[in-house]
């Protein structure tokens, strides 16, 4: 268990009759930037502030660093650097004097992390401006800082890429990777822009409902979003028994009475429908596509958009 960096047991939280959270059981391990993706309302805030202390679970259990119990969890938090919703700022303030209150408020007698996490989010030159005069890019970058004066282990951010433009984005996603590989700081980041996830995450969580209805790897996310023949006909059983017997493919799959995806390059788009036409089967369609991230989510969550 050493390298589990957070643990969850069937974590519940109702508000009246409403089930926020469903019995969610995940773990992340160290080192890894986790994806959690789910629509509004899906309970990926309600998570997050439990994780963090802002928020209490009615039932189930959390396990974070290995402390458990109410005295460990709140030792455990100190090394916990988190930015929910958006940027806990004071406008009036500086740049520097926002990253130093927190530094203080966090506990870290180190002055010399002020200017490090500054240089790190590359807002030493802007240290003496007003946070309320900040771009919408910067102020996220500050929120950063501010989530890394104490020196975490696990970086915990909610939508912070809502709003950035195009190039902020890019900046922001080098500075997490940077963070995580150069500082081995394990991450979990929440975000509605999947393709942002996707360039990088290792690992993504998706949540429904308050439920995981998934748990995979990078490497397993671009396995089910890879490239494939669509196949439409109204015989599956035949084109099923062609590809199968004739043509010894095993890498397809069955999506409806009339739908065969075959994982296979587009060159093989023509000998599959030769085989289909000696064999009698009439095809409706035959085209070569790529799954999205978009699909696959709707595909998990029963059609639900973000």
């Known amino acids: ?163 950035l433009d195009p190039q902020n984005i890019v900046a922001l996603r080098n500075l997490l990777k940077k963070l995580n590989e150069e500082n081995d700081i394990t991450i979990f980041i929440s975000s509605h822009i999947l393709n942002e996830l996707y360039l990088l995450a290792t690992d993504y969580i998706i949540i429904n409902k308050g439920r995981i209805v998934e748990n995979l790897t990078h490497e397993e996310l671009v396995e089910k979003c890879k490239k494939y023949i669509c196949v439409k006909t109204d015989s599956v059983p035949s084109a099923v028994t062609v590809l199968d017997k004739m043509m010894s493919m095993d890498s397809y799959k069955v999506i409806s009475d009339d739908t065969i995806r075959v994982f296979q390059n587009s060159s093989e788009s023509e000998k599959i429908a030769k085989a289909f036409m000696e064999a009698g089967i009439t095809l409706k369609e035959l085209s070569f596509k790529e799954q999205t991230l978009e699909e696959y989510f709707m595909n998990v969550t029963g059609g639900d958009t973000l």
Do not use: C
């Open 1 to 163: 268990m050493n390298n589990v960096i957070l643990q969850t047991n069937a974590l519940t939280k109702t508000y009246g009759h409403i089930k926020a959270l469903d019995a969610v059981s995940i773990q992340l391990m160290e080192k890894h930037i986790y994806g959690f993706i789910g629509k509004n309302g899906a309970g990926k805030s309600t998570f997050m502030k439990i994780l963090t202390g802002l928020s209490y679970p009615t039932n189930g259990e959390l396990m974070l660093m290995g402390e458990s119990s109410e005295k460990g969890l709140r030792e455990a938090r100190r090394s916990v650097g988190a930015m929910i919703e958006n940027p806990a700022i004071f406008p009036w303030y500086s740049v520097r004097k926002n990253v130093e209150l927190k530094r203080k408020l966090t506990g870290n007698p180190d002055p010399k992390v002020t200017d490090h996490v500054l240089e790190l989010v590359d807002l030493k030159s802007a240290e003496n401006r007003r946070a309320g005069k900040l771009s919408l890019g910067m102020k996220q970058r500050l929120g950063i800082a501010m989530a890394l004066v104490g020196n975490p282990k696990l970086l915990v951010l909610d939508e912070p890429i809502n709003g």
